[in-house]
């Protein structure tokens, strides 16, 4: 039966089973491979025969004949493996293995619609068939998959923490019964609406007639103290309820650590065997409940470290034995939770870093003072490997720096210790849910910004005379210990680093990201918030300065710091990382109206613009643009062309057809990259053009100062 004739709802449940048996079974090869004990073996055998069993059954049931072909015969390998009570070879293993990668497969093409194919289970039920079947010997089987490698990956998927989960019956009781709560919170706010009003009424119309005892008047004034006391009342059990529906919901979005393991047995296992090294892996703290959007962007980053550590840390078993340890090498992938950060360990008992080789490597870019634990934190830079040869599985200096970025876009931090008995230690902080962020408020330069709280230790006051240098860092002596300093206003340009620090005392925020510490001096500590966090977006990825938005109450936009590069050996200034940002600095003022319906990139254009000398006002869409030209005057307009109310294309248009406004230089910073809207937008009269996708900091304000 073809695939479009059957009930796609009995298809879709089965796709789904088919990924997580599939998941399942090559756990199970793992364990039995690693199991010392023969028993053991055979219980996981035993396992692995009724999963495999079962699975045949539902694929018949659906009719997938290649998904129910595989299934068969590894019920016959593993049936004579029973019969015979031995445990599986390697090389059998091996087969089956392939095999539940054939499954998993299938059952992605089954997800996506496709009926998979003989051809595409046919060479794996020769593998499997040949392994049973009498005069067939391995050598004339099919060959099988190529050794894995940097770029031939595991098959391990991203869809292993997809859009679906499960949630246990338990938990949906929970957010119904606090949806319930909100939904009884509705009547309630209705009836006060009521009486609100029918007081309002009776205030009408005694100030109508004109008589206003009072009588009335204390009638009136009971009636608003009652409205009030229950309105004060009923909004207590009010928060109460939000805050308990917002912890279900947490607790519906986490899976279980062990979830963002899945796969690593395996990649351990088959490159270890590619490089003729021997290693187990260990899972701490798998069953540790985890937000299920931490969990999906840890995948990577300890597939990455994984891989590491077998190709830099594990020593050869001969290296090992002369080193007087096991020949097998060990690897643990561990998950801990304190306060509200989890934190993420892969450590191994190999070699450890090359120091003498790091610091050679370091040198072509050294920094003043450097230790050896930030000469250890510099792997995470690109270009830094201890590998001594370049191969398919090391040697190019990328993946740590992959890690790093990508823990640092979940707003954490990622650290490398030397373990005292051998081996590396990478330790990844991570917050327990993207959705909010416990914050500190700052204001630095008339600007409003945001540090999570997680990486403060202390707030300090700071005054002139407590600042000076040490080894060409800027320092900051304290009652608590010597911090290096970052003027925050400084850092990201928004005031001259020549202009002198104030003698009075300012506020100084100690914070510790990536086993470094840092003071930063901000204006005014504003408030500690619970905010909403938003993400910047696949457009502003590369600047590395924010982490993400915080929506503030009053509905306004604080960017949140990236503390790890606060924290850096040597922080460059925002303004140093825009290549020769003075040279746009006008010896005039110019000022430049920034339309976008984005809060987050109207925000982080006018650091840019601020940074480079720039005077900048903001406008959320066309309509609010022209209203602010009719009466401020501006000296350049960067609009989006993608907005509601009027778009950047009839923003230039209403401009270009103004009297006064003619001459007005527009630049279109915008996401449509089709030639078509280019061409479109110039003949409207823009100046420039400039896709977000290429968005580049220098070239964009090359491009202001050639305008203006």
Same mark, same amino acid.
Request: glycine share 8%; hydrophobic share 45%.
């Given at each position: ?71 068969? /015969? ?87 923490? %997809? ?52 009588? %009335? ?136 870093? %090359? ?96 540090? %999570? ?37 400084? /850092? ?217």
């Amino acid at each position: 039966m073809k695939a479009e004739e059957l009930d796609r709802q009995l298809l879709t449940i089965f796709a789904r089973e088919v990924r997580l048996r599939s998941s399942d079974m090559a756990r199970i090869l793992i364990g039995i491979d690693e199991a010392g004990d023969a028993e053991d073996k055979r219980r996981l055998q035993d396992e692995l025969l009724r999963m495999a069993h079962s699975l045949k059954g539902a694929a018949g049931l659906v009719e997938v004949r290649g998904i129910e072909s595989i299934c068969h /015969w590894m019920e016959e390998v593993l049936m004579r493996a029973s019969k015979e009570q031995s445990a599986l070879s390697r090389l059998e293993l091996d087969v089956l293995l392939r095999a539940a990668d054939a499954i998993k497969e299938a059952g992605r093409l089954l997800a996506g619609g496709e009926m998979p194919s003989s051809a595409k289970t046919g060479s794996v039920v020769r593998e499997l068939e040949a392994t049973v079947t009498p005069g067939v010997a391995y050598g004339n089987m099919p060959p099988g998959p190529p050794p894995p490698s940097a770029e031939h990956q595991v098959p391990v998927r991203s869809t292993d923490l %997809d859009g679906s989960m499960r949630v246990s019956a338990d938990r949906l009781d929970a957010l119904l019964h606090r949806s319930g709560e909100l939904l009884a919170f509705d009547a309630v706010v209705r009836t006060h609406a009521e009486r609100a009003s029918d007081l309002r009424e009776q205030a009408g119309r005694l100030r109508t007639v004109g008589s206003f005892s009072e009588t %009335d008047a204390a009638g009136i004034e009971n009636g608003l103290r009652e409205l009030a006391a229950s309105l004060h009342s009923n909004g207590r059990l009010l928060h109460s309820a939000v805050t308990a529906l917002s912890h279900e919901v947490r607790r519906a979005r986490t899976q279980p650590f062990a979830a963002a393991c899945k796969g690593l047995e395996r990649i351990v296992r088959d490159m270890a065997a590619h490089v003729n090294k021997s290693a187990t892996l260990e899972i701490r703290g798998g069953e540790i409940d985890i937000d299920r959007s931490i969990l999906a962007g840890l995948q990577d980053s300890l597939r990455h470290l994984v891989r590491n550590a077998v190709a830099h840390g594990i020593q050869s078993p001969e290296e090992r034995r002369l080193a007087g340890k096991p020949e097998k090498g060990r690897i643990v992938v561990s998950a801990s939770v304190s306060g509200d950060r989890v934190q993420v360990v892969v450590k191994d008992d190999g070699r450890g870093l %090359d120091m003498a080789s790091l610091r050679k490597l370091a040198d072509r870019a050294p920094i003043a003072s450097e230790d050896e634990g930030d000469l250890l934190q510099r792997v995470f830079e690109p270009g830094i490997s201890t590998s001594a040869s370049v191969d398919r599985l090391a040697g190019r200096g990328i993946g740590l720096d992959i890690v790093r970025r990508a823990v640092e876009d979940m707003r954490g931090t990622a650290a490398v210790a030397q373990v005292p008995e051998g081996g590396a230690a990478f330790t990844l902080t991570l917050p327990l849910t993207l959705a909010t962020v416990r914050a500190l408020v700052v204001h630095v330069a008339g600007h409003v910004l945001t540090i %999570d709280t997680s990486c403060v230790e202390r707030v300090i006051r700071v005054s002139a005379e407590n600042i000076g240098f040490e080894q060409e860092r800027q320092v900051v002596t304290t009652e608590v210990g010597t911090f290096s300093l970052v003027d925050l206003a400084h /850092w990201l340009g928004l005031r001259a680093a020549g202009e002198p620090i104030s003698r009075e005392a300012r506020p100084a925020i100690i914070i510790r990201a990536g086993g470094r510490e840092a003071a930063v001096l901000v204006d005014e500590i504003a408030a500690e918030q619970e905010l909403l966090a938003r993400s910047l977006g696949p457009r502003l990825e590369k600047v590395r300065r924010y982490c993400g938005a915080m929506v503030l109450p009053d509905g306004r936009i604080a960017l949140l710091l990236n503390t790890s590069l606060l924290c850096a050996p040597a922080p460059e200034s925002f303004a140093a990382s825009i290549p020769d940002a003075a040279q746009f600095r006008k010896p005039k003022r110019r000022k430049v109206l920034v339309v976008d319906d984005s809060k987050y990139i109207r925000t982080l254009v006018r650091l840019i613009l601020q940074a480079a000398g720039y005077d900048v006002a903001m406008a959320s869409d066309g309509q609010e643009a022209l209203q602010h030209l009719h009466h401020q005057e501006v000296d350049v307009v960067v609009a989006d062309v993608d907005m509601p109310s009027m778009n950047g294309f009839e923003l230039t248009q209403a401009i270009r057809r103004s009297e006064r406004l003619a001459g007005l230089p527009i630049i279109l910073v915008t996401g449509r990259e089709a030639p078509e809207d280019k061409a479109h937008g110039l003949e409207l009269g823009a100046n420039a053009y400039v896709a977000k996708n290429q968005f580049d900091a220098h070239q964009f304000l090359e491009t202001v100062s050639q305008v203006v």
